[in-house]
């Protein structure tokens, strides 16, 4: 992945890994065996924990009186393995501040290395000289250990921690070079399905092209999330709209959506919103998982236009939409394989549509 150039590499719990990278060394744990639970069971348990974490820093802030006089501590989601990580001997650790349910915390990992305050990969880049002479110092046997927390929230934000990470594992150019293809191929992909729509147009001879297709992502089933941050402006990038755009700040399309987080919404929202196209891609899951839970939510989905007309799409969330890493851009191509799927069925003489456009592009996944 692209965390190769650093000392130690350390993978969430929570997330699948692929058969090339299990040579990782995994650092966390966490009480949720997600192969056994259905999603209902892990939001209700997560939600649970986020409550309790709450209620400890309330009661921490109130000065609350227990017969210890200590901290009152709540056990993490995803606890570190203190001492397999103090034995990796790190320098450079990567971690993320951006979602509570995803993985540790920035404090969490912190304080697991017995370093400084939390401090993120923006204040870093204004602040690198003082925090090399003070955070990065940290004592306790951790000395030199620099914890860079990431913490995109668009694609160009996930674009630049390509550079943030190159930059703390010593080699700059890779990251500007990581930086320039992945926004490369994004760029490449919209005029690759706004040609493909085009010279379709032109061998119909229509005089207006049909409305792009409106495409909603669930990024949980049990209760539903809407797809947010980047996910909006992927399904953007892939020549769709987003059909639930839940921003009080809407301006109409294109840029109708400001990265803002997922959102908790209801089957009611949903089916007001009548996507053209649902993709499942829980945050977390597999394809096969993501498959498996869409079947158990069939009542559901069934009760859209789109589950009629066969445009119920399962992907693997975690791989190609969760993870603010390089294969977003296979994930944007996967938003129009799977989007453009109808509109290329009755494609007829030509020179193809846009699925055969977008598979020339050599970046959609067999899957």
């Known amino acids: 992945g692209e965390a190769e150039e650093s000392e130690e590499e350390s993978a969430s719990s929570s997330s699948a890994v692929p ?21 209902g069971e892990i939001d209700a348990a997560v939600k649970d924990a986020a409550a309790k ?29 203190r001492e397999e990580l103090r034995e990796a001997n790190p320098t450079v650790v990567l971690t993320q501040n951006l979602c509570g349910v995803c993985a540790p915390s920035t404090d969490e990992v912190k304080t697991a290395l017995g370093v400084g305050g939390r401090k993120s990969a923006r204040s870093e880049e204004k602040e690198e000289e003082e925090e090399d002479s003070n ?10 250990v620099r914890v860079v927390s990431l913490e995109p929230e668009s694609l160009e934000d996930v674009a630049d ?17 990581l930086k ?20 379709r147009r032109d061998d119909d001879h229509e005089n207006h092209a049909p409305p792009p297709p409106r495409v909603l992502l669930l990024e949980w089933l049990d209760p539903p999330y809407d797809g947010g941050h980047w996910i909006p402006a992927m399904i953007e990038r892939a020549g769709c709209i987003p059909s639930l755009v839940h921003r009080s700040t809407v301006v109409g399309f294109p840029r109708s959506w400001d990265s803002a987080k997922s959102k908790q919404i209801t089957w009611a929202d949903v089916r007001a919103s009548d996507p053209d196209v649902v993709l499942v891609a829980s945050c977390g899951f597999d394809l096969r998982r993501n498959a498996r839970d869409a079947r158990g939510a069939a009542d559901e989905l069934a009760q859209l236009r789109a589950a009629r007309e066969g445009r119920v799409y399962a992907c693997d969330g975690d791989m190609y939409f969760a993870r ?6 296979a994930g944007a191509a996967i938003v129009a394989r799977c989007a453009f799927d109808d509109e290329d069925e009755d494609e007829g ?3 193809g549509g846009v699925i055969d456009a977008v598979a020339g592009l050599g970046n959609v996944p067999r899957e």
């Open 349 to 351: 003489e030509g020179e």
């Open 19 to 39: 058969d090339d990278e299990k040579k990782v060394r995994i650092l966390t744990g966490t009480g949720i065996d997600i192969h056994a639970t259905d999603q």
């Open 180 to 199: 320039r293809s992945f926004l490369s191929d994004l760029d490449r992909l919209g005029r690759t399905v706004e040609e493909a729509r085009r010279r």
């Open 324 to 329: 603010p890493g390089p294969k977003l851009a």
């Open 135 to 144: 955070d990065d110092d940290g004592g306790g046997g951790d000395d030199g």
């Open 161 to 177: 921690t390509f550079v943030t990470v190159a930059e703390a594992c010593g080699v700059p150019d890779r990251g500007e070079e």
């Open 53 to 81: 974490a709450k209620d400890a820093a309330m009661c921490s802030l109130g000065g609350a009186d227990d017969a210890g006089g200590g901290d009152i501590r709540v056990d993490s989601l995803y606890p570190i393995l």
